[in-house]
């Protein structure tokens, strides 16, 4: 079983550093250290799709950014590893994609 790997965003917050976001590889999830919020994905085409199929952050912790921060770290590994997204969830593809085009 692979180790998760920890990647940090930045972004929000009053120090200039947004929340430590870590990579659950074995789950196939980007979550908060807390494992309180997560973007859940499955890959596809062998491996060279990211299909991101659900993000949740907790009643307690709405309103931080943290489902973006999630997206961000998200977006970012499959950018790394030369792999596709698709959207599946809703707030990927109706909120983050919309608010960040590029």
């Not at 973007?39 to 199929?53: F, K, N, P, T």
């Not at 659900?54 to 950018?79: D, E, I, M, Y």
Request: charged share 15%; with cysteine.
């Amino acid at each position: 079983m692979a180790a998760a790997t920890t990647t940090t965003t930045t972004g929000g917050g009053t120090s200039g550093e947004g929340p430590k976001i870590v990579w659950n590889q074995p789950q196939q999830r980007f979550e908060t250290e807390d494992k309180k919020a997560y973007l859940q994905y499955a890959l596809r085409g062998g491996g060279r799709v990211m299909d991101i199929v659900h993000t949740f952050v907790p009643p307690s912790k709405r309103g931080l950014g943290l489902a973006s921060h999630l997206c961000v770290s998200a977006f970012q590994h499959a950018k790394t590893n030369s792999m596709s997204v698709v959207p599946t969830c809703s707030y990927v593809s109706d909120t983050f994609l919309p608010r960040n085009p590029t």
